[in-house]
């Protein structure tokens, strides 16, 4: 059974862009969350989507958006990149809330 | 909000010693799990816990629920080299918001 899968790995972007991470769940997952590490700030919930509906979200601003295919794969986007959006953006796919959360390798975002 | 709490922040072992860590919580959690991540990758689950009082292994780990549901200990037992990494738990209780809330984490160096 293929494990959460993330992409890109890398990405290298400037301030001002937008950038457009993807994610696909284990299959049979319904629920997608995502989530930033940052060395200082640790693992931070950015947003849960679960049957297409976002049903959770972090203290995130509206620059970071997410949403929720059919084939539970998610797409999460950041709007006019900061510099301090630089992390490693993880996704995380589990059965169903109260299950175990299976990550993927994550994307590692640079905003120069 | 619900907060988990590890300390240290770091630990320092010798090969072939035991090692624990635990996480406390201020409110009481129905799902506890705890979560290993080396440098550059996701975070990969060790051991999910379910009940109070649970006692559960995987290898060399071992991990317990806490009585009261507030804590959770993960102990490493004959440490090896590759046992180094950052140790995550992290806790979820049933409800309209939902969540799986994560600790900042133990990073364990292990010296040969």
């Known amino acids: 059974k293929a494990g959460v899968t993330q992409t890109p790995r890398y990405l290298i972007k400037t301030r001002g862009q937008q950038v457009t991470l993807s994610c696909s769940p284990i299959?049979?997952?319904?629920?997608v969350s995502w989530y930033q590490q940052t060395p200082g700030q640790g693992l931070q919930f950015l947003f849960e989507?679960?049957?297409?509906?976002?049903?959770n979200k972090g203290n995130f601003p509206g620059r970071f958006s997410g949403r929720q295919f059919s084939n539970s794969r998610s797409e999460m986007n950041v709007s006019t990149l900061e510099l301090g959006d630089s992390a490693l953006y993880l996704c995380?796919?589990?059965?169903?809330?109260?299950?175990?959360?299976?990550f993927g390798q994550g994307t590692r975002l640079t905003v120069v | 909000g619900q907060q988990l709490n590890q300390s240290p922040q770091s630990m320092f072992i010798q090969e072939g010693e035991d090692v624990s860590m635990n996480c406390t919580s201020s409110?009481?959690?129905?799902?506890w799990l705890w979560y290993k991540q080396d440098p550059g990758e996701g975070p990969v689950l060790l051991i999910a816990?379910?009940?109070?009082?649970e006692l559960t292994s995987n290898g060399r780990l071992t991990a317990q629920f806490g009585i009261t549901r507030k804590d959770s200990f993960l102990n490493i037992s004959a440490s090896i080299p590759s046992d180094v990494g950052i140790y995550f738990c992290?806790?979820?209780?049933?409800?309209?918001?939902?969540?799986?809330?994560f600790g900042k984490g133990i990073t364990l160096s292990v010296r040969p």
């Open positions: 816990l379910y009940k109070a009082g």
């Open positions: 299959s049979g997952h319904r629920s």
């Open positions: 992290a806790g979820s209780y049933t409800g309209a918001n939902s969540k799986l809330t």
């Open positions: 995380a796919s589990s059965s169903d809330r109260d299950t175990e959360a299976f």
């Open positions: 409110s009481i959690f129905n799902t």
């Open positions: 989507y679960f049957s297409e509906t976002q049903r």
